[in-house]
């Protein structure tokens, strides 16, 4: 059995990631911590948590928590990483891995040197949805893939116009906006059902003026392989769009990245249309792959891939940062 202790008990630990931990086969959820103690006794009292440390080196240092998963905002990640790899203990951390590519480098050196398994909630790849999507494409059911489209639209964050800016979109605590946010979810994913991406470039811009990170941008890129791909990404529209078309020679497969829509996969034969119910919690099948994996000695997890989408949005965001 993985026995969890977990740094940060904020929202996205709730519903999608907390239960997961304590409803898992062979997993456990056994200590938390939150930088202020009453959130963290409320948060043990409400999920059956039976410890509650009142800092990080003591839930780091307890010989019962055999891995950590941290919680936090983004800007935090390297420091605890480095202190959770230091403990010797396996780590998952919440996406993006880091603030940027420097900081996700720390953290791969210091995983390979101690040897420590680092993984990052991109749990997509862990779905049932993605993994049949990968199965179709190796299938060879729409052959040689040609391009890549991806749509992603959103309305303006809630309490946004009246000053309310969530720290999601203050780049001094996420590393960006709303790209960074969900763009990170869709580049891994790109990166995991076909192959990672060689180069990109674009045009990132602040239209809306409601904060100081991007909500616009327009990007090229070209995967190892060859495939061409771009995209097209509003955070400040009129509607919500979730779309990723993948077009090969002979068909193509369209599909949503957040959303629970159908998979649509378009050949000469007509139109398949797969529906898939999404686990819950939603982190349950990434979270038991996991702890097969820490139970099997795994000493690399995500850290040759997770890095990915950071330098990815990095090199994107280059041009804006400097405006």
């Given at each position: 059995?993985?026995?969890?202790?977990?740094?940060?008990?904020?929202?996205?630990?709730?519903?999608?990631?907390?239960?997961?931990?304590?409803?898992?086969?062979?997993?456990?959820?056994?200590?938390?911590?939150?930088?202020?103690?009453?959130?963290?006794?409320?948060?043990?009292?409400?999920?059956?948590?039976?410890?509650?440390?009142?800092?990080?080196?003591?839930?780091?240092?307890?010989?019962?928590?055999?891995?950590?998963?941290?919680?936090?905002?983004?800007?935090?990640?390297?420091?605890?990483?480095?202190?959770?790899?230091?403990a010797g203990k396996p780590l998952c951390l919440e996406?993006?891995?880091?603030?940027?590519?420097?900081?996700?480098?720390?953290?791969?050196?210091?995983?390979?040197?101690?040897?420590?398994?680092?993984?990052?909630?991109?749990?997509?790849?862990?779905?049932?949805?993605?993994?049949?999507?990968?199965?179709?494409?190796?299938?060879?059911?729409?052959?040689?893939?040609?391009?890549?489209?991806?749509?992603?639209?959103?309305?303006?964050?809630?309490?946004?116009?009246?000053?309310?800016?969530?720290?999601?979109?203050?780049?001094?605590?996420?590393?960006?906006g709303i790209l960074v946010d969900m763009g990170s979810?869709?580049?891994?994913?790109?990166?995991?059902?076909?192959?990672?991406?060689?180069?990109?470039?674009?045009?990132?811009?602040?239209?809306?003026?409601?904060?100081?990170?991007?909500?616009?941008?327009?990007?090229?890129?070209?995967?190892?392989?060859?495939?061409?791909?771009?995209?097209?990404?509003?955070?400040?529209?009129?509607?919500?769009?979730?779309?990723?078309?993948?077009?090969?020679?002979?068909?193509?497969?369209?599909?949503?990245?957040?959303?629970?829509?159908?998979?649509?996969?378009?050949?000469?034969?007509?139109?398949?249309?797969?529906?898939?119910?999404?686990?819950?919690?939603?982190?349950?099948?990434f979270v038991q792959d996991m702890n097969k994996r820490?139970?099997?000695?795994?000493?690399?997890?995500?850290?040759?891939?997770?890095?990915?989408?950071?330098?990815?949005?990095?090199?994107?965001?280059?041009?804006?940062?400097?405006?």
């Amino acid at each position: 059995m993985v026995s969890w202790g977990m740094l940060g008990t904020g929202d996205v630990t709730e519903q999608k990631s907390g239960p997961a931990f304590y409803t898992c086969e062979n997993s456990r959820l056994y200590a938390v911590f939150n930088r202020t103690h009453a959130k963290a006794v409320d948060y043990a009292k409400r999920h059956n948590v039976p410890v509650v440390h009142e800092s990080i080196d003591a839930l780091l240092g307890d010989p019962y928590v055999g891995a950590v998963y941290v919680a936090t905002p983004p800007v935090t990640h390297k420091e605890l990483a480095l202190r959770v790899i230091a403990a010797g203990k396996p780590l998952c951390l919440e996406k993006p891995m880091a603030m940027n590519r420097g900081e996700c480098q720390e953290i791969i050196a210091a995983a390979k040197q101690k040897k420590v398994p680092v993984y990052v909630t991109y749990y997509r790849r862990s779905m049932e949805k993605f993994l049949k999507i990968k199965e179709v494409l190796r299938g060879g059911l729409i052959d040689k893939v040609g391009s890549v489209q991806v749509t992603q639209y959103q309305e303006l964050m809630p309490g946004v116009r009246e000053g309310e800016i969530p720290w999601r979109v203050d780049p001094a605590i996420s590393g960006g906006g709303i790209l960074v946010d969900m763009g990170s979810h869709i580049f891994d994913i790109l990166d995991f059902l076909l192959c990672p991406i060689a180069a990109i470039s674009g045009t990132v811009k602040n239209f809306g003026g409601h904060y100081k990170a991007e909500d616009s941008a327009v990007a090229s890129f070209v995967f190892e392989d060859g495939v061409l791909g771009s995209g097209t990404f509003n955070f400040n529209t009129d509607r919500w769009v979730d779309r990723i078309e993948i077009a090969g020679e002979k068909g193509r497969i369209v599909f949503s990245c957040f959303d629970n829509e159908p998979v649509k996969i378009y050949t000469a034969s007509g139109v398949e249309s797969l529906d898939f119910t999404p686990p819950d919690p939603v982190y349950f099948p990434f979270v038991q792959d996991m702890n097969k994996r820490i139970e099997s000695g795994d000493t690399k997890g995500y850290v040759e891939t997770a890095g990915r989408p950071t330098e990815l949005l990095d090199q994107l965001l280059a041009s804006y940062a400097k405006e």
